[in-house]
């Protein structure tokens, strides 16, 4: 494994967004009080024994597809993980093969249908996030890889895979890891995307579709693209380094932890190196 190295303090002379949006996790915990779900000392012991981070985990409440809610972990600040899919979760000896992924995957191959939600409700998508979510579409069909998406705006779910919507909050997103095979089923856009571009629409968007079909951010060792020096923890496994890939900070990976208002939306070549060697 490699060493981690202490990383000074950045000064940023772009405006800093995040994937993983924290003033709308906040509202969210704070509904979730006063639930029976609790993060125990065993819940924090299975999330790091799969290799993400426990310093900050949260109890919220997650809406579903069906617009009922469920007690809910948040990990990792944008990470949803249901009591049941983390009792689902193990390790099955260890991450060995890819370097920033989640103990799951989705099972290739597969055609993913996605959907972006219409109508006149506060969970259709803005113009600018169908756009941002056609773009990071196309980039990842265009890879040709072992799965591939098709793309439907509408105002039924029916037979989706994964359904992207708007929630009111900050630029952002949260989505959650696959289970059983399948991506997780919902990406979360927050409203606060639409007063940005397309291009940082469309970088978010495949950002949290990178989270459905399980990676992890690429720099979960230091979280450098937000400015800081902290470790999202390997829970003694590691984090095996894809080979012809940096091992060190990719200052433009779409799968950094935080991202700028200059974001063109692409893959850069190690994010297409990534994703060939998983799929």
């Not at 993980?81 to 260890?94: A, E, F, N, Y």
Request: hydrophobic content about 35%; some cysteine; glycine content about 10%.
């Amino acid at each position: 494994m490699k060493k981690i190295k202490t990383i000074l303090a950045l000064t940023f002379t772009t405006l800093i967004l995040f994937s993983c949006n924290k003033e709308e996790d906040a509202t969210q915990a704070n509904q979730a009080k006063g639930e029976t779900l609790k993060v125990t000392q065993e819940v924090l012991d299975k999330i790091s024994s799969l290799s993400l981070n426990n310093s900050d985990v949260q109890v919220i409440k997650n809406t579903k597809l069906d617009g009922t809610t469920e007690d809910a972990f948040l990990v990792e600040g944008c990470i949803v993980i249901t009591p049941d899919q983390l009792s689902k979760m193990d390790l099955h000896g260890g991450i060995t093969t890819e370097q920033y992924r989640t103990t799951n995957l989705v099972a290739a191959p597969k055609t993913i249908k996605v959907v972006g939600l219409t109508g006149t409700g506060t969970t259709a998508l803005t113009t600018n996030m169908r756009a941002g979510l056609q773009a990071a579409i196309n980039r990842y069909n265009n890879l040709g890889l072992s799965i591939n998406f098709t793309l439907t705006f509408s105002s039924s779910t029916s037979g989706a895979n994964i359904v992207v919507r708007r929630q009111t909050g900050s630029a952002g997103g949260v989505a959650g890891f696959p289970s059983g095979g399948n991506p997780f089923n919902s990406v979360t856009l927050y409203s606060g995307l639409e007063s940005y571009s397309v291009n940082v629409n469309a970088h978010v968007a495949a950002h949290e579709i990178g989270h459905c079909i399980g990676l992890r951010h690429t720099d979960w060792f230091s979280r450098q693209s937000c400015g800081q020096n902290s470790n999202e923890g390997t829970a003694g496994v590691g984090a095996i380094q894809i080979p012809g890939t940096p091992s060190g900070y990719d200052a433009t990976s779409y799968m950094r932890a935080c991202f700028g208002s200059n974001e063109t939306g692409a893959f850069n070549s190690n994010d297409i190196i990534a994703l060939n060697y998983l799929y």
